[in-house]
């Protein structure tokens, strides 16, 4: 069964470094997500992506956030400048259009820790 | 008022027994909802999508009111493997997930 995957599982970073969140979404679905989870905390909307460019951004995805699909089958998420408070399960998500159940498949997380 | 909110929990039950959780999404313009269920630290696998007449699969049971702005999920017969949390989750018009902060559910032997 096709599966959503993500590298690396875990990242761990210092404040201030930069990171890069990588996904492979199932190959034929066209819209991406990210969503991320702070511990103990609700899973929270970050963005979506459909057609090479951001559909909706939440207010937690400021100008320290972009997201690329570089090739046919990369979506990632860099930070710019990691804060403490970027601590989180990262979430990549895809869903293909053309079902009507609209489920987004998740990916099984990469764990950012910045220290 | 939250978004989508659910009931606190932990539920701790017994095997064998019935669970009803609850849920309450604010934005009335809401067309999609779904159960997820998410296990301690892994990502959300969705687990039912609802629907306006209600819809069962197997012990689980999903239930809309659209007028009350309310979602119940039932689970008959817990197994212990049932234990994990429960997220109740809306879709938005743009199609982005707007999740509840879950419900625990721990089934003890």
């Known amino acids: 069964e096709p599966e959503v995957t993500q590298t690396p599982s875990h990242q761990v970073t210092q404040m201030g470094q930069e990171v890069i969140l990588r996904c492979v979404p199932i190959s034929n679905h066209l819209y991406f997500y990210w969503y991320r989870q702070i511990l103990g905390q609700k899973v929270e909307f970050l963005v979506s992506f459909y057609n090479n460019e951001i559909s909706e951004k939440s207010e937690i995805f400021d100008d320290q956030f972009s997201v690329e699909r570089p090739d046919g089958s990369n979506f990632t998420l860099k930070i710019r400048s990691t804060k403490l408070e970027d601590s989180a399960m990262y979430f990549c998500a895809s869903s293909d259009p053309k079902k009507a159940s609209n489920e987004q498949f998740f990916g099984p997380g990469t764990r950012l820790t910045v220290l | 008022r939250k978004e989508v909110e659910q009931d606190p929990g932990p539920f701790n039950v017994p095997e064998g027994a019935t669970v009803a959780f609850n849920c309450t999404y604010s934005?009335?313009?809401?067309?999609?909802f779904f159960w997820y269920r998410q296990d301690c630290r892994k990502e959300p696998k969705l687990l039912m999508s609802?629907?306006?007449s209600g819809n069962e699969d197997g012990r689980f049971t999903a239930q809309l009111n659209r007028a009350s702005q309310y979602i119940s999920l039932l689970i008959r017969d817990s197994k212990l493997s049932d234990s994990a949390t429960y997220l109740c989750?809306?879709?938005?018009?743009?199609?982005?997930?707007?999740f509840g902060q879950g419900t625990e559910l721990s089934v003890k032997p």
């Open positions: 989750v809306v879709i938005s018009q743009g199609g982005k997930l707007i």
């Open positions: 934005n009335s313009a809401s067309q999609s």
């Open positions: 609802v629907y306006s």
